[in-house]
């Protein structure tokens, strides 16, 4: 499973299995950038949208170590991740937590301005779908949906070529819901 940092600039919460499209409001960098940019995302809400990137699965978080009695400082903050990208202050929410506070957290939801993981590749266990648009067969390639964060079956393969989520590990026969993938962004 490949997971990538995003940075939630929606406006709203996102979720679990929420599809997500590269938003068009990019940060610009200068020369003097030494790291990559946090990825921006919105909601996808239209069908074969080239911009699919992923689909959401945590909140990014960091360990938040407790200076103890006489210490001048706190440490810095020790990543929850190792080898991910730390966030930058002007652009999210804190998201550097007590042990106390991790335990109570609800990693599912990535509240507008925070820090979240996507999936990129591999499998994701619950990712939103609209079967409304066509029942969803095992196989099925799935492709970003008008429902608002949904996927759904790829109706028209010529439209959806560079708009491929990935490929349907359960069936459903109708309505919305979230089923297993196999995330493929071709």
Not at 11 to 19: A, I, N, S, Y
């Amino acid at each position: 499973m490949d997971l990538q940092q995003f940075l939630n600039n929606v406006g709203e919460t996102l979720e679990r299995g929420d599809v997500v499209v590269i938003s068009p409001q990019q940060p610009s960098l200068g020369a003097a950038e030494a790291s990559m940019p946090v990825l921006e995302v919105d909601l996808c809400q239209g069908t074969h949208d080239s911009a699919v990137c992923g689909v959401v699965y945590d909140l990014y978080t960091e360990h938040r170590v407790e200076a103890g009695p006489g210490a001048d400082e706190a440490p810095e903050p020790k990543s929850a991740s190792k080898g991910r990208r730390k966030q930058s202050a002007e652009n999210s929410k804190s998201q550097s937590f007590t042990l106390e506070e991790l335990e109570k957290l609800d990693r599912t939801k990535i509240e507008a301005g925070q820090i979240g993981h996507l999936i990129t590749s591999g499998i994701m266990p619950s990712c939103k779908v609209d079967a409304d648009k066509g029942a969803i067969k095992v196989g099925d390639l799935l492709t970003t949906s008008e429902t608002k964060g949904h996927a759904q079956k790829v109706t028209d393969p010529a439209k959806a070529v560079g708009a491929v989520l990935g490929k349907a590990l359960a069936p459903m026969k109708k309505g919305k819901g979230t089923i297993p993938i196999l995330v493929t962004l071709k």
